[in-house]
């Protein structure tokens, strides 16, 4: 499973890295990013979960 964060998108509420820090961490534009390639399997039940908490829907999953 891929995760990516729309940077045009997010607001930088900052909820994908406090649910999944395994995968989303906030960069120096006070945005979201994902910061592995592939998510690894015991952290994809938490990315979905921050992509469906995502308030603009910025982060598609694949
Ligand atoms: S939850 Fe959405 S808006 Fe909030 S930091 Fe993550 S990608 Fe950005």
């Known amino acids: 499973m ?4 729309d940077q ?3 607001i930088g509420c900052g909820l994908c890295p406090s649910i999944c820090p395994e995968v ?6 006070g945005k979201a ?5 592939e ?3 015991t952290a994809e039940d938490s990315a979905k979960e921050a992509a469906d908490g995502c308030p603009v829907n ?5």
């Open 33 to 37: 990013e994902e910061i592995v390639d």
């Open 24 to 29: 989303f961490q906030m960069n120096d534009d």
């Open 8 to 10: 045009d998108t997010c």
């Open 39 to 41: 998510v690894p399997t």
């Open 58 to 62: 910025a982060i598609s999953t694949s």
């Open 2 to 5: 891929k995760a990516h964060v």
